[in-house]
């Protein structure tokens, strides 16, 4: 079993739909949770993170932490084509000293017009 | 935020080969972490390089296939030696942020071994 499991996709919805992405995970240490959207031949780049369990609202997106049920989500709200990319979750048992993260394979969506 | 310029940026290369991929970082830093992403796979850490010291390697990652030079605090190299075909990836360089868990990621390099 993988320590963290992501749905791969695609996901395609239309502009302005909300969109959920999940991972859920099984390492208990696990306390920070991140969201990188990667573009197309791009790096990844972090869009959002969370300590332990609750939830965390940018703008138009919102994370989610359920640390009860292993289980994290990114909402994106009024999505728009520019959010078009690959969501990658990420994990971490500690804070600084290095970034060893563990990545779930990442979630492609397109939104269309 | 970090600045992280990565060469080359994509190569095919014969199998037998090695290929050595350059990591610029615009400041210093004390980490400098390399990462592989194979189609519809996780991003996996490589290695930590740390200047002055042995890069560390993880679980599945050996040195004499993937040597790593850090000779400063803002450069690193990644060398792929005797590729074969299952080397084709995407090769990352990341370096650590200011806060927590922030890592900044180089434009990657797409690895083809024919």
């Given at each position: 079993q993988k320590e963290v499991e992501q749905d791969p996709g695609p996901l395609s919805v239309p502009e302005g739909a909300i969109v959920s992405l999940n991972c859920t995970y099984s390492?208990?240490?696990?306390?920070y949770f991140m969201w990188y959207r990667q573009y197309s031949r791009k790096g990844p780049e972090l869009l959002m993170y969370t300590y332990s369990s609750g939830n965390k609202e940018d703008g138009r997106f919102t994370a989610q932490v359920d640390k009860s049920s292993k289980y994290i989500s990114l909402f994106i709200r009024d999505?728009?084509?520019?959010?078009?990319a690959t969501y990658l979750c990420a994990m971490s048992g500690?804070?600084?000293?290095?970034?060893k993260l563990t990545f779930g394979t990442g979630t492609q969506l397109k939104v269309e017009l | 935020s970090a600045v992280i310029s990565q060469k080359p940026s994509r190569d095919i290369c014969q199998r037998g080969t090695s290929l050595t991929i350059q990591c610029q970082v615009d400041s210093q830093v004390t980490m400098m972490f390399w990462y592989r992403q194979q189609p519809g796979q996780s991003l996996t850490l490589i290695a930590t390089a740390n200047q002055g010291s042995e890069a560390t390697y993880e679980s599945g990652f050996v040195i004499d296939k993937f040597p790593i030079s850090r000779p400063n605090l803002t450069f690193s190299t990644l060398t792929v030696s005797?590729?074969?075909?299952?080397?084709?990836s995407i090769y990352l360089c990341s370096v650590e942020g200011r806060s927590v868990t922030e890592a900044f990621f180089g434009q990657g390099t797409r690895l083809t071994v024919v």
């Open positions: 390492n208990s240490a696990f306390q999505s728009q084509p520019s959010d078009s500690r804070a600084g000293g290095g970034n | 005797n590729m074969s075909p299952e080397d084709s």
